[in-house]
């Protein structure tokens, strides 16, 4: 079995946006500041073999690694510090 070991990051940018709020004597609009958000993924996979695909691959992913409060819309905020483990196999053709 040969082993690779895979880094990934992630950067993602939610600009200044408007969303509906029904508690706003205004427009009925709130504005909702930019956030910046970290995603880091490490995956190690083992291989059968150089010419053929099929293996396991053992994966780690963190989503918004800095635990940053981020909002979708009025109310409803993203997910904080999201861990994520997973296994896959490939079997070939």
Do not use: C, K
């Amino acid at each position: 079995l040969l082993p690779r070991l895979e880094l990934q990051a992630e950067g993602v940018l939610l600009g200044p946006r408007w969303s509906a709020d029904a508690t706003d004597e205004g427009d009925g609009l709130r504005r909702l500041p930019s956030h910046g958000l970290v995603h880091l993924r490490a995956a190690y996979r083992l291989r059968s073999s150089w010419l053929v695909e099929s293996g396991v691959e053992l994966s780690v992913r963190v989503q918004n690694l800095f635990d940053r409060l981020a909002w979708a819309q009025t109310g409803m905020p993203l997910a904080g510090r999201t861990w994520i483990v997973g296994v896959s196999a490939d079997l070939g053709d």
